[in-house]
Nanobody
Framework: QVPLVESGGGLVQPGGSLTLSCAASASIFSNYAMAWFRQSSEKEREVVATITAGGNIKNYQPNVEGRFTISRDNGKNMVYLQMNSLKPEDTAIYYC??????????WGQGTQVTVSS
């Protein structure tokens, strides 16, 4: 049981951009859909974006549609989340994992995204 490792978070002003990265173990990543989750003081952990194993189909929660882009590099076992036009309500800890119902118990530490002036 190895952790997923998220990185790339930080403090950004409203309207700014960040790119998050997730390094996943091969056992979790290979041939599986992946997802980004976020959790804040206001909301329970929720799925914000998913991507199929081949990367050809992507889905987003309505509140990030058009602003976030999920992608993956199967050769590197990496998942990315490009976040544009960030809003204060995007402030959260972001995690990667398989989407439900395949979510694994091996959560990483997440990466903090803070959107504030």
């Amino acid at each position: 049981q190895v952790p997923l490792v998220e990185s790339g978070g930080g403090l950004v002003q409203p309207g700014g951009s960040l790119t998050l990265s997730c390094a996943a173990s091969a056992s979790i990543f290979s041939n599986y859909a992946m997802a980004w989750f976020r959790q804040s003081s206001e909301k329970e952990r929720e799925v914000v974006a998913t991507i199929t194993a081949g990367g050809n189909i992507k889905n987003y929660q309505p509140n990030v549609e058009g602003r976030f882009t999920i992608s993956r590099d199967n050769g590197k076992n990496m998942v990315y989340l490009q976040m544009n036009s960030l809003k204060p309500e995007d402030t959260a800890i972001y995690y990667c994992n398989r989407p439900p119902p395949w979510t694994q118990n091996s959560w990483g530490q997440g990466t903090q995204v803070t959107v504030s002036s």
